[in-house]
Each structure stands twice: as C-alpha cells, then as structure tokens.
C-alpha cells in the first residue's frame, strides 16, 4: 500500500490532470441524473436526461408526470420502470416536504428511495459545493488497484480517501476520476502502459504488459 504522502500527490495529479466539467449544476438535475446514471454509461445517461428534462425542467412538473411517459423518456438509461418510478417519488417529495428545493444534507438526501451515499455527495459536492467525496465504482476501483486504500466497501474508500485528500480537493475528486477511469484506467484493460501513475501503482507494476486483466485488485 502506497504511503500517505505518494497517495496524496497521486490524488492530487488525477484531479489536475483529469478534471472533469460538469454541464449542469442545479440540484434538481443534478440529482435525478444521478439516479439515471446508476448502473448505464454517460451517454445512455446524457439522452435520458436530455429527454427527460426538456418535458419535465423542474420537480414541480415532474412530480405530476405520468410514469409510462417518464419511462418512455428515459428508456435509454436501463432498468427504467425502476428509475422512472424513484424520480417521480422523488419529484413529489421534493415538492411535498421541501418546497420545491433538493435539501442540502447528507441526512436529508439519503431519506429519498433509490438515493445512497454517492448520489448524495455528489448533488452536495456538485451543486453545493458542500465538501463531500462520492464514491462510486471508478472511485473505488482506482483508488484500491494503485494501492492508496485496503477496502471492500464503497463507504470505507470515501473514510480512507478524507483521511489523505485535503477537504479542499473533495468536491473535485469524483469527476476527476471518473474521467480517468473512462480514458486511462478503465474496468477491463487500463491502459497501463500510457499511465502516468504505473511507477507507484500497485497493479500497474503487476502488470507489465499493461493490457493483462492478471492480478486485478479493484474491479
Ligand atoms: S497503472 Fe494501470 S491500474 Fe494503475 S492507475 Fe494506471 S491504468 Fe490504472
């Protein structure tokens, strides 16, 4: 395992090296694509958000839609029964109990079905810029194949991650290396031979070749 000081400086190159821009901010979209993007890829993402949010642009609207509608909309994103079902709850909640508004906490956040830890940090980092690290499988997976933390479970990284990156780092963390584990260190075949990170990683030294999938240790 790599010592704090390596960890940290690794963190830090992905997030400078790797930003990733966010198209929308506001916490209504960010929110309900986050729960689009739930097991899909961006694009299938991007198409049912696009869809979904030129008929229905706000809670309001949203939270008086018809399901078979919405799951039309978002058919592109997968398992969209489900999906459509938890953004009209959703919608309504918002409406209901909050007045229209996403609520800002962790505590809050986590009372909507179908909204776990890293869909709510990332609407609190996202769109509040409230520090918050989001894990999620490029997070996890990244963060244990170069050897920066020891964990099985998404909610240990995100303890393990605060304890090396600086609060000041964590609202950037998730984007940066969800781009970096689209473009470099992928889930099947990293590019560890391209990767600026193979000196100090743990499965990058492993693998030579750097197109084995031998010896995975995240994902
Ligand atoms: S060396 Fe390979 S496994 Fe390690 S971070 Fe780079 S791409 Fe990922």
Redesign the pocket.
């Known amino acids: 395992m790599l010592d704090k000081k390596t960890s940290k400086r690794v963190l830090l190159n992905i997030i400078s090296e790797y930003p990733r821009k966010h198209k929308r901010r506001d916490p209504f979209y960010v929110l309900v694509s986050t729960v689009l993007s739930q097991r899909t890829k961006d694009a299938n993402t991007d198409k049912a958000s696009l869809a979904l949010f030129k008929k229905f642009p706000t809670a309001y609207e949203l939270s008086k839609a018809e399901i078979k509608e919405v799951e039309r909309l978002i058919k592109p994103a997968g398992m969209y029964r489900q999906k459509a079902e938890r953004i009209v709850r959703i919608a309504e909640v918002i409406v209901e109990c909050y007045g229209g508004k996403v609520p800002n906490t962790l505590k809050e956040l986590l009372k909507f079905k179908g909204v776990g830890r890293k869909t709510a940090n990332i609407v609190l980092a996202v769109s509040f810029g409230i520090p918050a690290i989001a894990v999620d499988v490029h997070v996890h997976r990244?963060s244990n194949?170069?050897g920066i933390v020891k964990t099985k479970k998404p909610q240990e990284t995100e303890v393990a991650l605060a304890k090396i990156l600086p609060q000041e780092y964590w609202v950037q963390l998730n984007g940066a290396m969800v781009n970096?584990g689209q473009r470099?260190?992928?889930p099947k075949k990293?590019?560890?031979s391209?990767?600026?990170?193979?000196e100090v990683?743990?499965?990058?030294?492993r693998?030579t070749s750097?197109d084995s999938e031998s010896g995975n240790s995240g994902g």
């Open positions: 990244i194949r170069i970096f470099v260190c992928t990293p590019a560890c391209a990767c600026m990170f193979r990683c743990e499965y990058g030294q693998n750097g």
